[in-house]
């Protein structure tokens, strides 16, 4: 077995350890927890169209996670894919609004390019003050994130707002018709194919390049990188880059796919769990593929547990908290397991 693949499946044992924990406590609320674990599986997989909403949410996570994986193996906590997202998603509906009437043929690639470089933008200004002052980047990237939901909360109800809008949340006209790459379902040949494109890129980058192996090898020796006569600044700032690119790239696809126009409230967690999916893969392109699909199921899920088990759609937040607490402490959690058996080995 790879030790990818072993990373994956002690990561599910980890997740499942978070699910029975999760069962527990619902069950001392007077919830059901067999009611909840069915809950889970019929919404995530079995049910009608479940896999088309698992695929919905999965395909911009599994985009957004696989750029936490390059910065985070470059060895650069960047935990503000959210901003990122949305920052992408505020530059593409811009040129959107801009080029209203004009070719879709043209409008379209424009409004990608916009928000991969919204994205890396708001990725790079983190990055520099890391990279040139030595400033925390989880601190900076999270007050990123903050930063991006204000401007998106501006720019959704003053320069982007929809004059026709009644509602209590302010959102962007609709983008025309001719500019959606899929409609509410979140699911297209157009999306399916950016996010292989996607994962087959972002693989090479990492299995096949001397980038991949150098920024790995930075995120744990950046003395043997430098010794290689490679720059750790350079790899800092392309990490950062790539990942804001593709934070904002998810961004888009949600703007011009299921969404369709910028709004508030705008998914707000979706860079988090993103944070949590690279987590779970153990950094690894595939695996992220592998875990952003069962993270799509949770969230297809959520639309389940209020009708079969009572539960409200937040239990779906409670549970990834869950799995994120077992997730970061199964490392302290092996090395323990692992000392208290070989004691005995040890002292014999």
Not at 95 to 106: C, I, K, N, S
Not at 270 to 295: D, E, K, M, P, R
């Given at each position: 077995?790879?030790?990818?693949?072993?990373?994956?499946?002690?990561?599910?044992?980890f997740i499942?350890?978070?699910?029975?924990?999760?069962?527990?406590?619902?069950?001392?609320?007077?919830?059901?927890?067999?009611?909840?674990?069915?809950?889970?599986?019929?919404?995530?997989?079995?049910r009608r169209?479940?896999?088309?909403?698992?695929?919905?949410?999965?395909?911009?996570?599994?985009?957004?996670?696989?750029?936490?994986?390059?910065?985070?193996?470059?060895?650069?906590?960047?935990?503000?894919?959210?901003?990122?997202?949305?920052?992408?998603?505020?530059?593409?509906?811009?040129?959107?609004?801009?080029?209203?009437?004009?070719?879709?043929?043209?409008?379209?690639?424009?409004?990608?390019?916009?928000?991969?470089?919204?994205?890396?933008?708001?990725?790079?200004?983190?990055?520099?003050?890391?990279?040139?002052?030595?400033?925390?980047?989880?601190?900076?990237?999270?007050?990123?994130?903050?930063?991006a939901g204000?401007?998106?909360?501006?720019?959704?109800?003053?320069?982007?707002?929809?004059?026709?809008?009644?509602?209590?949340?302010?959102?962007?006209?609709?983008?025309?018709?001719?500019?959606?790459?899929?409609?509410?379902?979140?699911?297209?040949?157009?999306?399916?194919?950016?996010?292989?494109?996607?994962?087959?890129?972002?693989?090479?980058?990492?299995?096949?390049?001397?980038?991949?192996?150098?920024?790995?090898?930075?995120?744990?020796?950046?003395?043997?990188?430098?010794?290689?006569?490679?720059?750790?600044?350079?790899?800092?700032?392309?990490?950062?880059?790539?990942?804001?690119?593709?934070?904002?790239?998810?961004?888009?696809?949600?703007?011009?796919?299921?969404?369709?126009?910028?709004?508030?409230?705008?998914?707000?967690?979706?860079?988090?769990?993103?944070?949590?999916?690279?987590?779970?893969?153990?950094?690894?392109?595939?695996?992220?593929?592998?875990?952003?699909?069962?993270?799509?199921?949770?969230?297809?899920?959520?639309?389940?547990?209020?009708?079969?088990?009572?539960?409200?759609?937040?239990?779906?937040?409670?549970?990834?908290?869950?799995?994120?607490?077992?997730?970061?402490?199964?490392?302290?959690?092996?090395?323990?397991?692992?000392?208290?058996?070989?004691?005995?080995?040890?002292?014999?």
């Open positions: 077995m790879s030790d990818s693949l072993a990373a994956i499946v002690r990561a599910i044992l499942l350890l978070a699910l029975a924990m999760c069962g527990v406590i619902f069950e001392f609320a007077g919830y059901s927890a067999p009611q909840m674990f069915q809950s889970i599986v019929d919404g995530a997989f079995l169209n479940a896999l088309e909403h698992a695929l919905r949410w999965a395909l911009p996570l599994f985009i957004t996670a696989t750029g936490v994986v390059i910065s985070f193996r470059a060895g650069y906590f960047n935990i503000g894919a959210q901003g990122q997202f949305y920052v992408g998603a505020i530059c593409a509906a811009f040129v959107a609004e801009w080029l209203r009437g004009y070719p879709a043929a043209m409008v379209i690639p424009l409004c990608f390019a916009a928000g991969m470089t919204g994205g890396a933008l708001w990725a790079l200004w983190p990055g520099l003050l890391r990279l040139r002052s030595g400033a925390d980047e989880v601190i900076t990237t999270l007050m990123g994130n903050f930063l204000l401007l998106l909360v501006y720019v959704t109800a003053g320069p982007l707002k929809d004059p026709s809008g009644s509602g209590q949340q302010a959102s962007s006209r609709p983008l025309e018709a001719a500019y959606r790459i899929s409609t509410s379902s979140g699911v297209s040949p157009t999306i399916i194919g950016i996010a292989v494109l996607v994962g087959v890129a972002l693989w090479w980058l990492v299995n096949r390049t001397a980038f991949g192996v150098l920024s790995g090898l930075s995120g744990r020796n950046p003395t043997m990188v430098r010794w290689q006569g490679a720059s750790t600044w350079k790899i800092g700032l392309a990490s950062f880059l790539v990942s804001g690119a593709l934070a904002g790239l998810a961004g888009t696809i949600e703007l011009m796919g299921p969404n369709g126009r910028l709004a508030g409230g705008f998914l707000p967690a979706h860079g988090f769990t993103a944070i949590l999916i690279a987590l779970v893969a153990g950094l690894s392109i595939t695996g992220a593929a592998i875990v952003a699909f069962f993270f799509g199921g949770l969230a297809s899920a959520a639309l389940y547990l209020p009708v079969m088990a009572g539960l409200p759609s937040a239990a779906i937040d409670i549970i990834n908290a869950a799995i994120a607490l077992f997730i970061t402490a199964r490392s302290r959690f092996i090395d323990t397991v692992t000392k208290v058996w070989r004691r005995p080995w040890t002292t014999s």
